[in-house]
């Protein structure tokens, strides 16, 4: 029984026209070798599965092919093209930055790099995770970038072009590739199955490609580990979720409903399920914040907005899920869910603190936006300033005292020592002062209501910031 080999190298691209997403780079590349305008360095920055060394070793082929094509694509038949595809060509030396990284290893590329080639037309040295290198092997290595041999190609390949050396980056040509779209991903899966003859449904796929996060070879990873679970049966959704450890996208709407209708004890259902199932609780907050991603982009560009990596049925259902939302609850939903992504960790209970998330994800259908708060209170006030106000009723029928008799006046005098002389005092004329308007009891409570809204949604802002 012949070796088994894993998707990512059986399907790995073996000409220019077969790298997926990278068509600047690609067509740089082969003008270059048709022009003859090829630089001595070569540097291929990008993420992890998006082609930094498929490209080099294509690169590689194409200037040491035998038989070319018209198009200055590798034949893959000659002998150089089949030795470079196996890793046995003496011309292309394939030096891994992390196990060789020290100034002793950039030395010895140093004393071979004057050597002839032993069949093909160039020497060429490729460096996968140039950045591991340390600063002494780095700077062995300028000397050779800056006047190497005539027919000797370096190809640096690396994550993290940051931590690259400013004189080796200025030595080299830079190419950044792309995050490969999530769609060429899909198209390359099925393609994938139906050469496989396995059969499989678009959603398990598309949960697959938007797992891989812009990488092939991390989605090509995990069809494997799918194929290897089924039998030549159709692949589907809850299987791939299953297998993946993710909750369905179905859960994220069924919290959407819930929450609308005031059901929070959905939010212990969801949470139940996601660690009695073993699921990955930092990808299900993500798949959060996507998901109010997902909405927030519906509600500004519509359901047929390019930027949404979606199915027809998920469109429309992500459209019918966006009149349960306003703009400003979706803004206020992502920032708290990108702030929870880094708290979570540390949390000492990561189930209360899901639990904790997922209510307050729910309750914030019942909150009020400060903006309207403001409005409501301005609205009231300019009512309550423009209602006349009413006088006080003054009772006209004042009683005086009677006047007392002359016997009562002498009976006094008798009685009482004579009272001080007051002092002369100053008449001042007194205005009457208004009485303050009469607020409504129920006016009343409304306003005191929403000054206590008001004050929470305020406190929380200032905490925030």
């Known amino acids: 029984m012949s070796e088994y080999q894993v998707l990512a190298r059986k399907y790995r691209p073996q000409t220019f026209k077969d790298v997926l997403g990278q068509v600047a780079i690609v067509t740089t590349l082969l003008n270059a070798i048709k022009h003859k305008r090829l630089a001595h360095a070569y540097l291929f920055c990008g993420s992890r599965g998006t082609g930094k060394t498929t490209l080099a070793r294509i690169f590689a082929k194409a200037l040491n092919c035998q038989n070319p094509t018209a198009d200055r694509e590798p034949c893959n038949t000659c002998r150089c093209c089949k030795e470079i595809t196996s890793g046995s060509s003496l011309d292309v ?17 140093n004393e071979t790099v004057g050597y002839t080639t032993a069949s093909g037309n160039y020497k ?33 390949a690396t994550t993290e072009p940051h931590k690259v050396l400013p ?9 950044n590739l792309n995050r490969i779209p999530t769609d060429m991903i899909l198209h390359k899966l099925q393609h994938i199955c139906q050469d496989l003859e396995f059969t499989a449904e678009d959603e398990a796929l598309r949960i697959i490609a938007n797992r891989a996060e812009g990488g092939l070879r991390d989605a090509e990873s995990l069809l494997d580990q799918i194929l290897a679970y089924h039998d030549k049966e159709t692949i589907t959704t809850e299987s791939v979720a299953s297998i993946l450890g993710v909750m369905p996208r179905e859960t994220l709407f ?20 996601i660690f009695a199932e073993g699921k990955d609780l930092i990808h299900f907050i993500e798949m959060l914040t996507e998901h109010f ?18 199915s027809d049925s998920e469109r429309q259902q992500y459209a019918e899920t966006s009149t349960l939302y306003r703009q400003d609850q979706c803004l206020a939903l ?19 603190a899901l639990e904790a998330i997922l209510l307050h994800i729910m309750r914030s259908h019942n909150r009020i936006p400060v903006d309207i708060l403001v409005r409501r209170l301005a609205d009231l006030s300019q ?30 005098k008798k009685t009482q020592p004579p009272p001080p002389k007051p002092p002369a005092a100053i008449p001042v004329e007194s205005k009457p002062k208004e009485a303050p308007p009469k607020i409504c009891p129920e006016k009343q409570r409304e306003k005191d209501t929403l000054l ?4 929470v949604e305020l406190e929380g802002t200032i905490q925030k910031h």
Do not use: W
């Open 93 to 109: 030396l394939e030096i891994d930055g992390a196990s060789n990284r020290g100034i002793d290893d950039i030395r010895q590329i």
């Open 124 to 156: 060429i040295y490729i460096i996968d995770e140039v950045h591991m290198l340390t600063k002494e092997a780095f700077n062995a290595l300028l000397k050779t970038l800056e006047e190497p041999p005539e027919k000797v190609i370096f190809f640096f």
């Open 167 to 175: 004189t080796i980056l200025s030595r080299c040509q830079r190419f």
């Open 254 to 273: 069924e919290l959407d409903r819930a929450g609308k209708e005031g059901r929070l004890s959905t939010a212990f259902d969801i949470a139940n399920r």
């Open 293 to 310: 991603r997902n909405i927030l982009v519906i509600k500004l560009s519509g359901k047929d907005a390019p930027t949404l990596s979606l």
């Open 334 to 352: 992502l920032d708290y869910l990108i702030e929870m992504q880094g708290q979570i960790r540390y949390a000492p209970s990561s189930r209360i």
């Open 383 to 412: 009512k309550h300033d423009t209602t006349p106000a009413q006088s006080t009723p003054q009772n006209e029928n004042v009683t005086e005292d009677p006047t007392p008799s002359p016997a009562d006046l002498n009976r006094k």
């Open 452 to 455: 206590q809204f008001a004050a």
